[in-house]
């Protein structure tokens, strides 16, 4: 309700204060809403400017409905956007400013200026990047509608008129520079400036200091690349360092390698050792119940042992004959005789054959006692 009063105040709604509270809470994004009371500012300050006399009042009051039509979305064609810059490495924090140039108005066509390279060696410095690999750098870019060359490094009234520029988008911070203390003061007198926020922690100063603190790294990285030093203006000393440099890391990693790998064998061991100690307990718990099921006090080799010598005793004890068994009496053995006596007497072959019957009979029977 401050920024509807505060425009009610300084005439810069195209319609009725019913319509445009209406137009205020439906058309306008917060963007626009963060960006309105600037624009409110720049206009006040160009009235209440000394110099300004009744060509400036009529500009000021054409200006702040301009304006006021562009961010309630009611003009009936596109707002034309001016941003420039030098835009080299082109990166995240262009992309975002020129992003937030494209979102200030509903239909906005953003038209991008890229100052050559003569410029921008004259007044800010060298680049990385020649003029035409930044010009398609910036046409690339989603936001942008229309990229201008060779841009002007401080616009002048024709420049504006000739390429019908509503707005100028850029950073709020002063840019001194070509003898001025901010180029784009009398852009925010007139009332056609719209600020940006930059982006923090990005920049091609910021990339550059990158690159030139790492100087030797990344003119290594090159050198493994295929570049040459003469391509990377390395003396030859320089050149045989890096080298040098590199075979002395390779060393170390291969070192930190096999210590990582060692790590792991001696982890592997350590696990693998754990393992085989449980299971040596295990199988010794288990040997020892059964050697002391098999050689304890009432083990099984005891009981084998009773059971042999119980076998043995009755191998070795004689047989008693059961006392219903009829005896048998041997008859008396006739007398033996060796063969090589020479007092045996004379007998029939009859008799001899039956005393050579008897007598192995009774060499066996000697032999079974």
């Known amino acids: 309700m401050v920024i509807f009063n505060f425009c009610a105040q300084q005439h810069l709604f195209p319609c009725g204060k019913a319509e445009s509270r209406l137009l205020l809470f439906t058309n306008l994004s917060w963007l626009q809403i963060c960006i309105l009371p600037v624009f409110c500012n720049a206009l006040m300050n160009f009235r209440r400017s000394p110099n300004a006399g009744m060509s400036s009042s009529c500009f000021s009051r054409k200006a702040s409905s301009q304006m006021s039509l562009c ?83 401080t616009l002048t009234p024709e420049f504006l008129a000739e390429h019908r520029i509503d707005f100028v988008a850029h950073d709020d911070i002063p840019y001194s520079s070509a003898g001025s203390d901010d180029v784009y003061k009398h852009i925010k007198e007139a009332g056609m400036f719209a600020p940006t926020q930059r982006t923090e922690g990005i920049s091609t100063s910021d990339i550059i200091t990158r690159i030139v603190r790492d100087y030797d790294v990344y003119a290594r990285r090159n050198l493994q690349r295929g570049y040459t030093a003469k391509e990377l203006n390395v003396s030859f000393i320089n050149e045989k360092k890096y080298h040098l440099q590199e075979r002395v890391d390779k060393v170390k990693k291969r070192v930190k390698d096999v210590e990582e790998k060692s790590k792991e064998f001696v982890q592997k061991v350590e696990e693998k050792s754990i393992d085989l100690i449980q299971k040596w307990e295990e199988k010794s718990r288990e040997f020892i119940g059964n050697f002391l099921e098999m050689f304890g006090p009432e083990g099984a080799l005891k009981h084998m042992l009773k059971e042999g010598k119980g076998r043995m005793l009755q191998a070795i004890s004689p047989k008693q004959s059961p006392s219903s068994s009829p005896t048998h009496d041997r008859s008396p053995s006739p007398s033996f005789r060796w063969p090589f006596s020479t007092k045996t007497p004379p007998s029939s072959p009859a008799n001899r054959s039956r005393n050579e019957s008897a007598v192995t009979y009774d060499i066996s029977e000697d032999e079974e006692d």
């Open 71 to 153: 961010l309630f979305g009611t003009v009936d064609r596109p707002v034309r956007v001016y941003a420039d810059g030098i835009f080299d490495l082109f990166h995240s924090g262009h992309a975002r400013a020129l992003m937030q140039a494209k979102n200030l108005f509903p239909n906005t066509y953003l038209i991008v200026g890229v100052c050559s390279d003569e410029l921008t060696h004259n007044f800010k410095g060298f680049t990385v990047m020649n003029e035409n690999e930044r010009y398609d750098a910036v046409q690339h870019c989603r936001y942008v509608d229309e990229v201008v060359r060779n841009a002007p490094w």
